[in-house]
């Protein structure tokens, strides 16, 4: 790596598009903090994406350079990580290279379309020992500190039931990134997935570890490309709990985000977006706001937690891990498994949903009951370690007992 404690991290970029401009924007404004090259496929929009930062003189921060050759990146010895936002359907070829050229990753959410890719590049990246994060930065947004303490500080009782939504109306476009099958698109993949990463955070805070629902039950709208353009789905897990969502691409909602307990509620607005203020409203008592402002667009929380990971020589980060990335994948299938909301480049792939009960192993050729206990912990029948059958836990392989013969075709 390039930069030590005391020098610049420098980041390079795929994919110069909306979204990096807020990760750029970010970089830019954080001190210690710096984007050293841009890849796009178009080098004109890659020069127009990378002039934007070289305004700062003050800051000491060089101008970023720019190419249309992914090599070049890769090869670059002055970058520290790489920030991918492609597509969707696009993110595993990216991963995959960064990772070939030890090149730390932080990819944009959702890791990878699909659970069976996500567990190849997880692989990859424990082969490789090279950092891999999918980035969820409302995860890091400080409103959410305040939420962690009520949580965990049991104020509203044992959580009973969490409610979500995350909705606005695009334009029916076939061919854009939203609607379009062959880019991974769909609400779940896109919106959906900041429920359900934040219903699986308020679980890990609640109750020590987020349990595996016992059944998943989605109902969605599907757009004419096939896709979903709207989805509401609850998942259910052991003591009664269930988690509740709506996401599409069709309709406003508060996209606010309320967690009930048996002695109060903790409610967030906008949370899935840029959530500043949090309410606790216990039994008979008078609400309780608190608001926690970002420090710039709220991209510098999950940028701060990827530098810290990557210059401590971690490989994935404890705020979001590789098993909290792989279960959310594994939920997404199953929603779009009921839906009937199929990708191209899984056609002809053999069937990996499996049902939404504890299944530990999730290769195709396994049945869901392949695990036995072997010296305490569970191995299955393909050889790979899991957690102990039962637990009613997440119980996916670790990933880096896959062999890294199964990262084939992305
Ligand atoms: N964190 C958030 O709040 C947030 C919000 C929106 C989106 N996202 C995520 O960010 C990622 C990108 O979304 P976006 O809205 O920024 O998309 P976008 O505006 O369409 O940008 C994507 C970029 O990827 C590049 N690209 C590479 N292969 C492509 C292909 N086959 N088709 C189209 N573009 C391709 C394009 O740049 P070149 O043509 O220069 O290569 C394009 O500018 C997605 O994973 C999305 O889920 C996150």
Not at 178 to 204: C, E, K
Not at 264 to 283: D, Q
Request: some cysteine; glycine content about 10%; charged content about 20%.
């Amino acid at each position: 790596m390039n930069s030590t404690l005391n020098t610049t991290f420098t980041w390079g970029l795929i994919g110069p598009g909306k979204i990096a401009r807020q990760f750029a924007d970010a970089v830019h404004r954080l001190p210690g903090s710096q984007l050293g090259l841009v890849y796009g496929r178009d080098l004109a929009k890659a020069e127009a994406f990378a002039a934007q930062w070289t305004r700062n003189d003050e800051s000491g921060k060089s101008a970023p350079r720019f190419t249309a050759d992914l090599q070049a990146l890769l090869d670059d010895a002055t970058i520290d990580a790489i920030y991918i936002a492609t597509p969707h359907s696009q993110h595993g070829e990216a991963i995959a290279a960064c990772l070939a050229a030890n090149k730390p990753v932080l990819c944009e959410k959702p890791l990878v379309p699909h659970l069976a890719l996500g567990q190849r590049v997880v692989a990859l990246a424990r082969e490789r020992n090279v950092f891999l994060m999918e980035a969820v930065w409302t995860r890091f947004l400080p409103i959410y500190r305040v939420v962690q303490d009520w949580l965990k500080g049991g104020v509203i009782g044992r959580v009973t039931h969490i409610q979500s939504a995350f909705c606005f109306t695009a334009p029916y476009d076939p061919n854009s990134r939203l609607y379009n099958p062959a880019l991974a698109g769909g609400s779940v993949l896109d919106l959906g997935i900041y429920n359900l990463t934040m219903t699986r955070w308020v679980l890990q805070q609640a109750l020590g570890e987020c349990p595996e629902p016992l059944s998943i039950q989605a109902s969605g709208v599907i757009a004419p490309t096939g896709v979903d353009q709207r989805v509401a789905a609850t998942l259910n897990f052991p003591g009664g709990i269930a988690s509740q969502f709506t996401c599409g691409f069709d309709s406003c909602a508060d996209n606010g985000l309320r967690i009930f307990g048996e002695r109060g509620v903790i409610s967030v607005e906008k949370s899935v977006s840029a959530g500043t203020e949090a309410t606790l409203l216990l039994k008979g008592e008078e609400a309780q706001r608190v608001t926690r402002p970002q420090r710039f667009n709220g991209f510098e929380g999950e940028i701060e937690e990827a530098q810290t990971c990557i210059r401590a020589g971690l490989i994935e980060s404890p705020a979001i891990s590789h098993a909290d990335t792989l279960a959310t994948l594994g939920w997404m299938d199953e929603i779009r498994r009921q839906l009937g909301v199929r990708y191209p480049f899984e056609q002809g792939q053999r069937e990996a949903h499996v049902p939404a009960t504890s299944t530990p192993c999730r290769r195709p050729d396994q049945r869901p009951d392949a695990l036995s206990a072997v010296g305490g912990r569970a191995r299955c029948r393909c050889g790979v370690a899991g957690r102990r059958p039962g637990a009613g836990v997440s119980a996916w392989h670790r990933a880096g007992d896959l062999r890294p013969a199964a990262v084939q075709a992305w």
